[in-house]
């Protein structure tokens, strides 16, 4: 009886966890241009759970800027997030765009995942990735 009791508790443990498994190139064919970041952290818990692995940016048509980040969840659990894009000229005055929104993301745990962005205007030459944890 103990131990059916406790083969119990461990499939429902198990079946809480939503880890992902992936598979890739062993030899990615993939050239990113990998940009250099400064990262700013004011939240160390949100620090904790989320990681930047790399931020990659190109023009596309046009001449606008498109920029990918590739994120982690540091955790073994599912955890949301909230994330903004904001955009700058060569001066370094933010650009008001439509999609300067919160948007949320869903990781799965230990789940890697990416967010992507255009430019709404050719004059952008910069940017900033804002994220929060939504609890």
């Known amino acids: 009886m103990k131990a059916t009791f406790l083969a119990a508790l461990a499939v429902l443990g198990l079946a809480g966890c939503q880890n992902v498994n992936t598979v890739e190139r062993a030899v990615p064919q993939?050239?990113?241009?990998?940009?250099?970041?400064?990262?700013?952290?004011?939240?160390?818990?949100?620090a904790a759970s989320l990681?930047?692995?790399n931020v990659n940016q190109v023009r596309v048509s046009s001449d606008l800027?498109?920029?990918q980040v590739q994120l982690e969840n540091l955790k073994s659990r599912t955890m949301n997030f909230r994330y903004r894009i904001e955009w700058y000229d060569k001066d370094g005055m933010k650009i008001d765009s439509p999609t300067?929104?919160?948007?949320?993301?869903?990781?799965?745990?230990?789940?890697t995942s990416t967010i992507s962005s255009v430019a709404t205007s050719p004059q952008a030459a910069d940017f900033v990735v804002k994220f929060q944890e939504v609890h």
């Open 65 to 67: 800027l498109k920029i």
């Open 30 to 46: 993939a050239a990113p241009h990998y940009v250099s970041d400064k990262r700013v952290i004011t939240d160390a818990t949100l």
């Open 51 to 53: 990681r930047i692995l």
């Open 100 to 111: 300067d929104l919160w948007k949320p993301i869903t990781l799965q745990g230990r789940e």
